[in-house]
């Protein structure tokens, strides 16, 4: 009789930053029994019951100042710690793979008290606060970004990228339903829920100028924008959310986008020309931080939020639309930032953690 698989916790919540990468990570591991760790009312309570059991505890973000929140919040910490203690005891756990964020912490937390082996990724050029604090309790930290490297002194580290959904894998087509014609100039935007809309705002008064160059422009607003139908143009198409979200940005020749680590990667893949807008309430705006390295690399370009302009975008762009050469080296440097196999780096770093040969070198 065959030994019965090792099982493995996965902590991941909240956003697709967070949850995409553990899924794409969780397919190169099938040879575990694997079981999820979330928060309620979240995404993963979406996305990953379909695929494995869920466990929930009740969690807040570690945001703002010390006061009465935090006691609160500490003793949620506490309250979930301990539940995670005792799953990971009652279910026989072999190792916890995370990806940070707040769940990270009682994840960590219990894992490290039980001796139970803990891999952290961490997607965010600048580390969040959990990863920082807790980073040194973990087996390895594998991250997505080189500059995160320096803000973790005390952790064992290795970078291995930020892995991406299958489908950025390989070219995409755009969707048939998106009548884009063959050699336009295409400019898609990825606005988003969480502090999008003055971004969409200054799109929809910029477009104009881009219609007039000839481009068309793909506009995913989010779902908190009032005024997502106030433009009509014939080469305008907008919607809350894309589901062919490969699609678009393989044919896009210019994003305009938030700074969000997994988006970033995604740009990487697709090879991808940019233009970033981080987040300027990002917890201790780590989206500036993943800016600064792909402007470092010529793989994007960067405007802060306060600093934009109709007039500012409006021109930027039309230089990006008219300069393909700029555009094809913005592409080529993006490229030269993605890890294809970074979900296979780390399903070996997770085998090797719960086999105690972490030390060992990772695969090609």
Request: hydrophobic fraction near 45%; aromatic fraction near 6%; include cysteine.
């Amino acid at each position: 009789m065959s030994d019965p698989p090792k099982k493995l916790l996965i902590a991941a919540s909240g956003t697709g930053g967070h949850l995409f990468p553990a899924i794409a990570t969780a397919e190169k591991l099938s040879h575990y029994s694997i079981e999820w760790l979330g928060v309620p009312d979240r995404l993963e309570t979406e996305l990953v019951p379909k695929a494995y059991p869920l466990h929930t505890v009740k969690l807040g973000g570690f945001q703002g100042r010390l006061g009465l929140g935090s006691l609160r919040l500490f003793g949620q910490v506490l309250q979930a710690t301990l539940k995670v203690r005792q799953l990971l005891k009652q279910g026989d756990f072999d190792g916890v793979f995370t990806t940070g964020g707040y769940i990270a912490a009682p994840a960590i937390l219990a894992a490290r008290s039980l001796g139970v082996p803990t891999v952290l990724h961490e997607s965010n050029a600048l580390p969040g606060k959990v990863t920082r604090w807790l980073s040194p309790w973990c087996s390895l930290v594998a991250l997505g970004f080189e500059a995160a490297t320096s803000h973790l002194p005390r952790a064992k580290s290795v970078v291995v990228g930020t892995p991406v959904r299958s489908q950025f894998l390989e070219p995409a087509a755009l969707p048939a339903d998106l009548p884009v014609p063959d050699g336009a100039p295409l400019v898609v935007v990825i606005g988003g829920s969480q502090g999008a809309v003055a971004v969409n705002q200054l799109v929809r008064s910029a477009a104009p100028a881009w219609f007039d160059a000839g481009a068309w422009v793909i506009h995913q607003t989010g779902t908190n924008d009032a005024e997502a139908d106030s433009l009509s143009h014939a080469h305008y198409i907008h919607c809350p959310f894309f589901k062919t979200m490969a699609g678009l940005l393989h044919r896009a020749d210019i994003v305009i986008s938030r700074a969000g680590a997994g988006t970033l990667t995604e740009l990487a893949f697709t090879q991808t020309p940019s233009l970033l807008i981080p987040y300027p309430f990002a917890a201790e705006d780590h989206q500036a931080y993943n800016a600064a390295a792909f402007a470092a690399a010529n793989a994007a370009m960067v405007c802060r939020q306060a600093d934009l302009t109709v007039e500012s975008l409006q021109n930027t762009v039309l230089q990006l639309i008219n300069d393909p050469q700029r555009r094809h080296q913005m592409a080529q440097a993006a490229a030269a930032l993605s890890i294809p196999n970074s979900a296979a780096q780390l399903a070996t770093i997770v085998n090797r953690a719960i086999a105690a040969d972490a030390d060992l070198p990772l695969a090609e």
